[in-house]
């Protein structure tokens, strides 16, 4: 086995524990593969080990990546910020976005979503921790800012996403995750997802009702930030 397929498997395990820790459905909880500044080959890797569902940050890096990619069918995730001028290729070569925290950029979004795709999967980016510098949409905003991407012709609102403040502290994990369920569940939208949980945190994300974990570190390794790819 490849350490690829062992890590997936190690993965696999860890969500199937949680998820029965937590009495939840395991066909509830969605396992994205965080790629970003991996190469092709790791995701060729995972894919023949059966994962589907791909996230990318950085669009330059993900477009190259999906060309070199055309061969397999993959589910492509955008879950990095995003500038108003890089819009029109998300739309185009993707399937979900995990990170809309304002209107312009959902509005944008739709306009550019090409007629004969499916509509684009949002997920609303909140932030839980309220730090400053972390990107998400308040708690405060969200509410207008869901009622209005909701009503989006090419858009389908599917969810609430986060980036919790890393913390070891398990009870403070699980506070951040509770918050976004509970603004998902405040909205009243009949909203199915929860993007939320990454390598050292996913237990906690699952026992709160995440469906979808985003996990790189734990799939692939460490990231190199050293010899940037983008
Ligand atoms: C990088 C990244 C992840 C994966 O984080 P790991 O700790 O490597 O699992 C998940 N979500 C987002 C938005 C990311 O940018």
Redesign the pocket.
Known sequence: MSTIAENIAKVGARIREAAQASQRNLADIGLLA?S?TKPADAIREAHAAGLRDF?E?YLQEALEKQAALSDLALIWHF??PIQSNKTRPIAEHFDWV??VDRLKIAQRLSDQRPAHLAPLNICLQVNVSAEDSKSGCSPEELPELARAVSALPNLKLRGLMA?PEPTDDVAAQHAAFARLRQLRDDLALDLDTLSMG???DLEAAIAEGATWV?????LFGA?DYGQPTH
């Open positions: 965080v970003k996230g940050n879950i990095g995990h990170s980036i990454m390598s050292h985003r996990i790189g570190t734990a990231r």
